[in-house]
């Protein structure tokens, strides 16, 4: 699947990095909240590209935190969960629909989301960062 990058924070990630400690149930906070918007980004681009035959797929979009890693990262994973009643997996059916196949041209709906997403996240986790600076000052 396509990948979201986001540019623009790497001061907000130094000042995020020398109050680590202190702010790790933030950190958790601002990576529940990304996931969140980009699960709902997800969701209106499928309907955007037209993708709703069912509704099954999008209503399967989601999001999964996973524990720490030994190098203490955590990740949120989006994408379709399950398979639908014909024993289809959700996130093969949307990937089919990304890149397309031999008979169908991709319609790249991912990546249409993760534009939007890159818009939105880095003000809401700054918010939510500043909130929490407040507390502290």
Known sequence: ?????????????DDME???EEAE??????????????KEAWRRAALKHGHKDTGDMIAAINYSIKPR?????REAHIYPI?????GIRHASKAFWRHYGTSKKAGTYWVDTADEEVAKIVPDKLLEIWNKHLSKKG
């Open 82 to 86: 399950g398979k639908d009643k014909r």
């Open 18 to 20: 020398r109050h680590y």
């Open 1 to 13: 699947m396509a990948l979201c990058r986001i540019e623009g924070l790497d001061e907000l990630i």
């Open 25 to 38: 149930e933030v950190f958790d906070e601002m990576l529940e909240t990304g996931a969140e918007e980009c």
């Open 69 to 73: 890693h030994s190098s203490g990262i």
